[in-house]
C-alpha cells in the first residue's frame, strides 16, 4: 500500500495546518487508517485514526479538540486539520494504514513522514 503525505511546514503557534495522505491504489477502504507522529529523540506515537467506514475516530489526548481526521473516499484521501497549534506539535507527522479493526492501531504500511515545525 502506498501513501503519499504532504501538507506539513513552518507555521506559528495558533496557527493551523492540513495534512494529506493519498492512496493512489484503489485499496483507501480496505484498511483503517490514521496519523502518527516522530518528535526529534522521542519514539513515533499514535495521534488521530479513522475506522474503514470513517464512522468512528479515537484522538490522542493531547490532541483532542483541537485536531481532526477525516477520509475522502473519493479522493481516496486521509485528512488532519490541526489547528491550534503549539510548540510540542512540531514533529514529523506520518499517515499509516492498518490492517486491524480497532483504535488505537499499530500501522503496517507507512508513508513517507511530513515535517510539521511550530514556532513561537
Known amino acids: 500500500v502506498q501513501l503519499q503525505a504532504s501538507g506539513g511546514g513552518l507555521v506559528q503557534a495558533g496557527d493551523s495546518l492540513r495534512l494529506s495522505c493519498v492512496v493512489p491504489?484503489?485499496?483507501?477502504?480496505?484498511?483503517?487508517m490514521g496519523w502518527f507522529r516522530q518528535a526529534p529523540g522521542q519514539e513515533r506515537t499514535f495521534v488521530a485514526g479513522m475506522s474503514r467506514s470513517g464512522g468512528d475516530t479515537f484522538y490522542a489526548d493531547s490532541v483532542k479538540g483541537r485536531f481532526t481526521i477525516s477520509r475522502d473516499y473519493a479522493k481516496r484521501t486521509l485528512y488532519l486539520q490541526m489547528n491550534n497549534l503549539n510548540l510540542e506539535d512540531t514533529a514529523v507527522y506520518y499517515c499509516a494504514a492498518g490492517r486491524g479493526w480497532s483504535l488505537p492501531f499499530e500501522g503496517d504500511y507507512w508513508g513517507h513522514g511530513t515535517q510539521v515545525t511550530v514556532s513561537s
Open positions: 491504489e484503489n485499496t483507501f477502504s480496505l484498511y483503517i
